[in-house]
């Protein structure tokens, strides 16, 4: 018996369903309270992500109860990595807006949701490399999947030290753009991010070409799990969409961003313009 399979496998895998749940319980209020917050940009992406969290993490959790497959824990763990990033935002929006709730550490846990959206992306990445079966085209995918680890988890961590500023909703909201608390100002770090994030895209790249080769070489049915997996991808609204949007340039990341002075609003042209306010953590 597997690492993959058994009932403690069952339970970790219930459990990260239950907890995807009662964190979506928990972003979704928040995210009624700061939807006037919101740009017309981020609001109903932003509310779409924690519906489409859920969807991830029961269908995860379907795949491993029938066919103990690691596509189903990739998906559950995307799942709650989407109601992650939507929560951290929302949190850390709901204290720093003017008259907000008292929430403890909301720049620092902002701060995490472009980290976090990063993880879930390079998650997604590795997703279509062993997409439908589980594992990979051939052993000699390995080299690629090690040197995407390794770059991908790289990129988490600059992504939480390096970017000046923090823009919220992550990815790339506008609503609120506040100075990263974490940031360490390294241009040696930051060329490492931007280098990390290149290799990423090549091996997301190189992950795409492995599902053509499969769909080229499958039989009906397996063709038919590649255009979901196509679709699901392309869900409009879900961060994952939305993130594989973004340039992975320097500007696309805030490198050469100044620091913002303080926490700023985005002004729509359809409300007032929003009040000024520094971060109350």
Known sequence: MGPWRGPRSDGFANGIFWATVALAVVA?????YVWADLAAVDAYPTLFSIFSGV???ALGALILRRARNRVGWILELSGLAAILVTLVSVYAMAAMRPGGLRLPGASSVGALAEPVFSAMLISLAFLVLIF???TLPSPRWQPIVWIGAMAGAATVVLMTIVPANQPLPAPGGISLV??????????LL?????VAIWIVAF???A?????????RSGGREERQQLKWLALMIAQPGHPASRGLSRSVSADAIGLHSPPASSSAWHRS?????????????
């Open 28 to 32: 979704l209020p928040l995210t009624i």
């Open 55 to 57: 969807l991830y993490a």
């Open 132 to 134: 439908p079966t589980g």
């Open 178 to 187: 506040y100075p990263n608390p974490f940031r360490v100002d390294s241009a």
């Open 190 to 194: 930051s060329g490492a991010l931007v």
């Open 203 to 205: 091996v997301a790249v």
């Open 207 to 215: 992950a795409f070409a492995s599902l053509v080769l499969r769909y």
């Open 269 to 281: 042209s359809s409300s007032e313009s929003r009040p000024r306010s520094r971060s109350r953590s």
